[in-house]
Structure formats: structure tokens, C-alpha cells
């Protein structure tokens, strides 16, 4: 388990050192001299990322939160499903309604009291560690201890 939480743990932070989850398959803004080209490739290799859809990474992009919840349910590779209806703003059209769900379902993630998810949202800092935090096991009470 210590072992997995390691990988785990490393995969994350290549992931955070990364302003952009997104992708990689030689992409057109991603010069062989950036410092995340080969966190990129193996992120991509991995399964975790994918690209923008247009042959762009978007390395100055920020990443929302539906971005991130779609690479927390990859990264602890859960099974794609239940329902894709959980959040008010989350209509079961969306491209990551699928993985949001999920990590709903395994308490990876909770929307807002409205109801609501706010998917186009840039993800802050403390969501995301938050977010790392449960994948590494940690229960909601123990963290921030």
C-alpha cells in the first residue's frame, strides 16, 4: 500500500508541475525543450491525459475542474459509470460527466449546497490537493491535520 501511495504521490506531482493536464502526441506547443515534455509523454502513455482535441497540450492554460476530476478518476482508475446526473450543471451531454460522476460516487469530489459542480471552473489550489489528498486514502477528517 506504502508503494502505491508512492507511485501515486509522484504521478500527482508530475501531474501539478504541469499547468495543463491535457495531452501529448507531438503537439504543436510543446517545444522538445520544455521542461514538462517527457511528464507529458508519460502521462499520455499512462492513459491519465489526453490532448485538447486540436493537436494542442495548452501548457499556459489552467485546468478546471472537471479536467482534474476526469485525471483523479483515471489516475485511481476507476471504473467509468453510475449516474451523470448528480450536479445540476453537470447535464449528462458533457464530455466529463461520466468521470465527474464517478468521482462523486467515491467521494473524490462534492459539488456545491446548490447542487451544482461549476465543471468549467478553474480548479484552485487547496480543491486539488484536497482532491490528492482522498486518492492517497486520506478520510475528509484527516485532512488538514
Same mark, same amino acid.
Given at each position: 500500500m506504502i508503494r @502505491?501511495? &508512492?507511485?501515486? #504521490?509522484?504521478i500527482l506531482a508530475a501531474m501539478l508541475a504541469v499547468s495543463a493536464f491535457t495531452a501529448y502526441a507531438d503537439f504543436s506547443d510543446v517545444p522538445d525543450g520544455a521542461f514538462y515534455k517527457d511528464s507529458v509523454? &508519460?502521462?499520455?502513455?499512462?492513459g491519465v491525459i489526453s490532448g485538447m482535441g486540436d493537436g494542442t497540450f +495548452?501548457?499556459?492554460?489552467?485546468?478546471?475542474? +472537471?479536467? =482534474? #476530476?476526469?485525471? +483523479?478518476?483515471?489516475? @485511481?482508475? $476507476?471504473?467509468?459509470g453510475g449516474s451523470?446526473?448528480? =450536479?445540476?450543471?453537470?447535464p449528462s451531454s458533457f464530455w466529463g460527466a461520466k468521470h465527474i460522476a464517478t @468521482?462523486?460516487?467515491?467521494?473524490?469530489? $462534492?459539488?456545491?449546497p446548490d447542487g451544482s459542480f461549476h465543471p468549467g471552473e478553474n480548479i484552485t $489550489? @487547496?480543491? +486539488?490537493?484536497?482532491?490528492?489528498? &482522498?486518492?492517497?486514502g486520506y478520510s475528509s477528517g484527516e485532512i488538514g491535520r
Open positions: @502505491a501511495k &508512492r507511485l501515486l #504521490s509522484i509523454e &508519460r502521462l499520455t502513455d499512462l +495548452a501548457p499556459d492554460n489552467l485546468i478546471t475542474r +472537471a479536467e =482534474f #476530476s476526469v485525471i +483523479a478518476v483515471k489516475v @485511481a482508475n $476507476y471504473k467509468e451523470s446526473l448528480l =450536479f445540476s450543471d453537470v @468521482a462523486a460516487e467515491n467521494k473524490l469530489i $462534492y459539488g456545491y $489550489y @487547496a480543491q +486539488a490537493l484536497t482532491i490528492l489528498m &482522498r486518492l492517497l
